[in-house]
């Protein structure tokens, strides 16, 4: 999405304008490296930064991926003996549980660090329209006779 440029981050300030990379380059002359002035389109910067396959500029997609989250909620109940008296079952038991619950922070702009494109290949935490991680819905009856 960023070098097609339809993705938000690469409107800047609200319009399509040319930009000036924050950075340094080296002076011709001196040879030392000095601040950034020149002007690029937003078209070259995410062309550039998203590069063909993964060559682009990588620093731009690096993250932080430290999160927050509520990974698992699990309510049970135990049926008790006496309401089991009259039956053949000695235990009853009756959850309900909840995985993937809520994803509350991340610094991955609305990514899930922990949906991956790939794995088994070099390219594990690398995100290319993958998928969300599944949220679980379970309900389990444990019964012992």
């Known amino acids: 999405m960023e070098r097609n440029g ?11 304008d040319s930009m000036v990379v924050k950075g340094v380059v080296q002076d011709a002359t001196t040879k030392q490296y ?5 002007k690029i389109s937003t078209q070259q910067y995410w062309g550039a930064t998203a590069g063909a396959g993964n060559t682009g500029i990588t620093e731009t997609n690096l993250y932080d991926a430290s999160n ?6 699990q309510l049970s109940y135990n049926f008790s003996k006496k309401l089991l008296t009259n039956s053949f079952i000695q235990k ?16 991955m702009r609305g990514l899930d660090p922990e949906s991956v494109f790939a794995t088994g290949k070099p390219s594990v935490g690398f ?3 993958s998928p969300p991680t599944s949220r679980i ?9």
């Not at 927050?68 to 909620?73: A, C, D, K, P, Q």
């Open 6 to 16: 339809t993705a938000a981050i690469t409107v800047n300030n609200g319009s399509r």
């Open 34 to 38: 000095v601040a950034n002035t020149n």
């Open 68 to 73: 927050v989250r509520i990974r698992n909620i």
């Open 92 to 107: 009853a038991t009756l959850s309900v549980s909840c995985s993937n619950v809520w994803l509350i922070s991340s610094h």
């Open 127 to 129: 995100e290319y329209a």
């Open 137 to 145: 819905f379970s309900v389990i009856l444990t019964l012992a006779y």
